[in-house]
């Protein structure tokens, strides 16, 4: 089962499960967001259908910003150089559910991470809880300067 949607000018074909990045999308409070724009949906039989009525509905993962593209414009013999850089924002969003005449596919929930617990700090140093003495510091030596120059020779 898979879906064709319009998402910021662009078409993607998305299926239940998939991660998708789109272009900057406001979400919901809960992170939810609906896609009503449905182009195509092909049923399991492999048959495409045109998508009267059909919902796509995804969760917003992260917001980010792609890699960073350089747009140079050069104009010969008039000495003209500009050069921007640009950063493409987008969204990643994970497919929950394709609704299309009066069927739902739901991509399997995924497993909450859990959080593992920091380990504590040892009270006393390696060197120290062994019985090993500590490295002395050494004092550097000071610098020896150039000897200086004069500005010009005599004859």
Known sequence: ?????????KQYRVAPGDVVRLETQSSEKNGKVEFGDVLAVSAGNGQIARAQGALVTGEVLNEGRAKKILVFHYKKKKQYKKLVGHRQPFSSVRITEIAF????FTAPELPKKEAKPKKEAATEPKAEAKGAKPAAKKKAAPKKSAPKKTGAKKK
């Not at 089962?1 to 000018?9: K, P, Q």
């Not at 005449?101 to 739902?104: E, I, L, Y």
């Open 1 to 9: 089962m898979y879906a064709v949607i319009r998402a910021g000018g």
């Open 101 to 104: 005449d009066g069927q739902k």
